[in-house]
């Protein structure tokens, strides 16, 4: 095994109590090869050596300015002039290391300065927090407000995997804040006083296990959506990511290409403007005007492994019909899929949209029936409060009495649509007339309810 990674916490208040333990991995025989995202330690298998490491704090960027490629090399040069091997970085952390053995300068030798720089690299990160944590208060509290009754929650595995990491990244983000106030408060009073910096030698355990997990649920996001786009052929399960991967490329560009410039701080914000707008102009066109492009075509499925009504089900008439597809998959609900079967010649027939899940077991299905329900209220709610005249009372009504299936009700006024739950099972049709007796037998057949 010629890598090893390891998941630990290196910030502005711990990083000397990192450098021994850099060094008693180099004596095991593992030199660090690099750190990705700040977090994920990578090990290259080596010789055990006695080596030394230093790991130096250098404002590397601000929220509109960024450190050249020449001044970055400068810094680097000077370390590695009065004997320092260069080994990676992990933000505004530089690591470096020598064996043991050798004499050479101290990269930092006066205290205050090197205070002076981790209260600016501190002070930003605080900043950052200000804006940080109630985004994330904010989103956690969305996608957790009343989770029972979100459709999209039971049927898609990015929403079960993202519902965990929310309020993990608030408490990680509050307890980093804390932590780095306190550490700059304690010795600004140190410094003031002569006496040197103390860092914090915790383990750090907590925010190590919360870092794990959010790293293990960005793997399976990535798996996730390969799978339903490749595996599923489901290219609309790429839009949910779409706005972070365009915002991050925007981010990108603003902080290689912009940042590093003489450009006056004025023009870097209109500059960063200009690229927020064209990255949401990208979304817009993408996702809204082109999402018929993304749409997977299935005009001949396979009625025993797909529960679906067609518009041809209904007619005697030679139809010309397409069918449109959108496969999920989630561990709460394993198979799940929306089906519109569309009339392409007789406007007298109706397009027809089966909605189809089966869950783990009963109890999830009813809670899944109950959540459609409870999502067309709140649609309808909507309507009403947009000036449409709609009873909630009087639309939703039971249909069990028509269907007899484990649960049914009408979800439309004129009843075409209609959710229905048998076992495991939870059906939403829309299209027909589905308190005809003729509508429900046929439907019935087709979907196996019999």
Same mark, same amino acid.
Request: net charge neutral; hydrophobic share 40%; proline share 2%.
């Given at each position: 095994?010629?890598? %090893? ?5 290196l ?31 990578? +090990? %290259? ?19 509109l300015?960024?450190?050249?490629? $020449? ?5 680097? @040069?000077?370390?590695? !002039? ?46 950052s ?61 140190? $410094? ?31 798996? &996730? ?5 490749i ?22 560009? +603003? ?9 006056? @701080?004025?023009? %870097?914000? !209109? ?7 064209l ?44 069918g449109?597809?959108?496969?999920d ?6 198979t ?21 899940a ?15 329900? &409870? ?23 039971? @249909? ?7 649960? @049914? ?12 739950r %048998? ?28």
């Amino acid at each position: 095994m010629k890598y %090893k990674v390891a998941i630990k916490y290196l910030n502005i208040i711990n990083y000397p109590y990192m450098e021994e333990y850099l060094e008693n991995m180099a004596r095991e025989g593992w030199l660090l090869n690099k750190i990705v995202l700040g977090n994920i330690f990578i +090990f %290259k298998k080596v010789q055990p050596q006695e080596l030394e490491f230093s790991i130096s704090p250098y404002e590397m960027e601000t929220f509109l300015n960024r450190k050249t490629k $020449v001044e970055l090399e400068e810094f680097d @040069a000077v370390c590695q !002039l009065v004997g320092w091997n260069y080994c990676t970085k992990s933000y505004d952390l530089f690591i470096y290391y020598k064996d043991r053995d050798s004499q050479v300068l101290d990269i930092h030798t006066d205290e205050e300065e090197e205070f002076n720089l981790l209260e600016k690299i501190g002070e930003k990160y605080i900043k950052s927090f200000y804006f940080l944590t109630p985004l994330l208060i904010f989103y956690t509290w969305r996608n957790l407000y009343n989770i029972q009754n979100n459709v999209f929650f039971y049927t898609s595995a990015i929403a079960q995997i993202i519902a965990p990491i929310l309020p993990i990244g608030v408490i990680v983000t509050i307890v980093e804040w804390l932590k780095i106030k306190n550490f700059l408060k304690l010795n600004r009073k140190n $410094v003031k006083m002569g006496n040197g910096i103390e860092y914090k030698d915790s383990k750090f355990q907590l925010l190590n296990l919360a870092y794990t997990i959010v790293f293990i649920s960005l793997f399976l996001i990535t798996i &996730y959506i390969l799978y339903v786009s490749i595996f599923l052929k489901d290219k609309i399960a790429i839009l949910p990511i779409l706005p972070v991967f365009i915002g991050t490329l925007v981010g990108l560009l +603003f902080r290689f290409f912009i940042k590093p410039t003489k450009y006056s @701080a004025q023009t %870097k914000i !209109l500059t960063f403007i200009a690229l927020l707008v064209l990255g949401i102009g990208l979304v817009n066109i993408v996702s809204v005007k082109n999402i018929d492009k993304l749409e997977t075509h299935m005009d001949n499925p396979d009625r025993d492994k797909y529960k679906i009504l067609l518009s041809s089900d209904f007619t005697e008439h030679n139809l010309e019909e397409e069918g449109i597809i959108e496969q999920d998959i989630s561990l709460l609900v394993p198979t799940s899929y929306d089906y519109i079967s569309r009339n392409l010649g007789n406007e007298e027939v109706e397009n027809i949209k089966t909605i189809y899940a089966k869950a783990l077991n009963e109890n999830i299905a009813h809670k899944l029936f109950n959540a459609h329900i &409870y999502e067309y209220k709140k649609f309808l709610k909507k309507l009403r409060h947009m000036g449409f005249d709609h009873s909630i009372e009087s639309v939703v009504t039971n @249909a069990n009495h028509l269907w007899n299936v484990d649960e @049914a009700y009408y979800l439309r006024e004129d009843k075409t649509r209609v959710v229905l739950r %048998k076992g495991k099972e939870v059906f939403v049709l829309s299209g027909e007339q589905f308190d005809n007796e003729e509508i429900i037998k046929i439907s019935k057949e087709k979907l196996g309810l019999e």
